[in-house]
T-cell receptor, first 108, second 114 residues
Framework: GEDVEQSLFLSVREGDSSVINCTYT??????LYWYKQEPGAGLQLLTY?????DMKQDQRLTVLLNKKDKHLSLRIADTQTGDSAIYFC????????FGSGTKLNVKP | DSGVTQTPKHLITATGQRVTLRCSPR?????VYWYQQSLDQGLQFLIQ???????AKGNILERFSAQQFPDLHSELNLSSLELGDSALYFC?????????????FGAGSRLTVL
């Protein structure tokens, strides 16, 4: 069936770039999304990319999509301690499928 | 405030009991999605409603049921509760934004079954 996979943890130092990766199985996904979940809160949409795009940039966030390899990544430039959260990748093929989330830990 | 309201925020109950979680979508959104987030299983899709009708079903147990009412609020009913049902339950409503279907999540209802 449809699946979205992410690595579980990422640790970076403040000021470095973070790259969170995601793979998905169904190439018919029209849009792919990144959500952020802070402790005790719901998921907040960060950005999304249309499947015919390769890249989308939004301030410190850069999304890269390799449709051939079904690989999506989120790069956060100049990572801050406030970026510490769980980041979810999601794909929309008939239903929304979410990855298991990547917990980003930013060390001062 | 995301505009999606979920109540209650926290709920503690015993095994075998039944609870109802409530969700009000963002004003104007017709779709409601329910998700379960447990520690070891990430975010699991349960069910989707659109304008009062069931649209899609995920890994929802037979002990669970949901509905969406004419005013578009939705309720998720969990019965014969087991310890393993302890989780965060999220509701999300969907809107079209620049051609993309985008989910907006509520803050969640944390259910603890003792």
């Amino acid at each position: 069936g449809e699946d979205v996979e992410q690595s579980l943890f990422l640790s970076v130092r403040e000021g470095d770039s973070s790259v969170i990766n995601c793979t998905y199985t169904d190439s018919s996904s029209t849009y792919l999304y990144w959500y952020k979940q802070e402790p005790g809160a719901g998921l907040q949409l960060l950005t999304y990319i249309f499947s015919n795009m390769d890249m989308k940039q939004d301030q410190r966030l850069t999304v890269l999509l390799n449709k051939k390899d079904k690989h999506l990544s989120l790069r956060i430039a100049d990572t801050q301690t406030g970026d510490s959260a769980i980041y979810f990748c999601a794909a929309n093929f008939n239903k929304f499928y979410f990855g298991s989330g990547t917990k980003l830990n930013v060390k001062p | 405030d995301s505009g999606v309201t979920q109540t209650p925020k926290h709920l503690i109950t015993a095994t075998g009991q039944r609870v109802t979680l409530r969700c009000s979508p963002r004003s104007g959104d017709l779709s409601v999605y329910w998700y379960q987030q447990s520690l070891d299983q990430g975010l699991q899709f349960l069910i989707q409603y659109y304008n009062g009708e069931e649209r899609a079903k995920g890994n929802i147990l037979e002990r669970f049921s949901a509905q969406q009412f004419p005013d578009l609020h939705s309720e998720l009913n969990l019965s014969s509760l087991e310890l393993g049902d302890s989780a965060l339950y999220f509701c999300a409503s969907a809107e079209w934004r620049a051609g993309a279907n985008v989910l907006t999540f509520g803050a969640g209802s944390r259910l603890t079954v003792l």
